[in-house]
């Protein structure tokens, strides 16, 4: 059985991102989801976050750069949908445009389940034989596939847009 649930809004806040330009049905739907100001939609590139409030990304770029000046083979794990796709897309370009080594594998969600499990760890070792596995659209709480690739001698680098 089908079950709809309706999320709560403020009406004050529908108004707000109405006043602001919003459609009103899209105003309810971002109230519904917490989003209360028109400025959080921009899709301009100076709306994005600052690379610097990322965490731990200076570590991640170090030991990037120093992957690919190493030659170590690289393979992004993304997922399949839209947003897994596109930072998979970006990362092979922006690896590649810097001289990595990276190839890509996109695991079937449901044959292998969600995030960087121990399962695709082995895919990902068996197909594509890397020294570094970079995830991208996989989530941040794959402790076990993270374990797996580590005794099995190879490093993860995290990646997500999600909150943890």
Do not use: W
């Amino acid at each position: 059985m089908i079950r709809i649930a309706t999320r709560s809004y403020d009406p004050r806040d529908v108004d707000g991102l109405i006043h602001s330009g919003i459609h009103p049905v899209l105003a309810r739907v971002y109230a519904a989801r917490g989003l209360l100001n028109a400025k959080d939609l921009s899709s301009e590139l100076g709306a994005l976050i600052a690379p610097s409030g990322l965490l731990h990304i200076d570590a991640a770029a170090v030991y990037l750069a120093d992957a690919i000046a190493a030659g170590k083979k690289m393979v992004i794990v993304a997922d399949y949908d839209c947003d897994g796709a596109t930072a998979c897309a970006v990362g092979l370009r922006g690896l590649r445009s810097l001289g990595a080594q990276v190839d890509y594998i996109v695991p079937n969600r449901f044959e292998y389940g969600y995030g960087l499990t121990p399962e695709i760890v082995e895919l990902t070792i068996r197909e594509k034989s890397p020294d570094i596995i970079v995830t991208v659209d996989n989530g941040i709480a794959s402790i076990d596939g993270v374990a797996a690739a580590k005794a099995r001698g190879i490093d993860v680098v995290v990646t997500d847009h999600h909150l943890p």
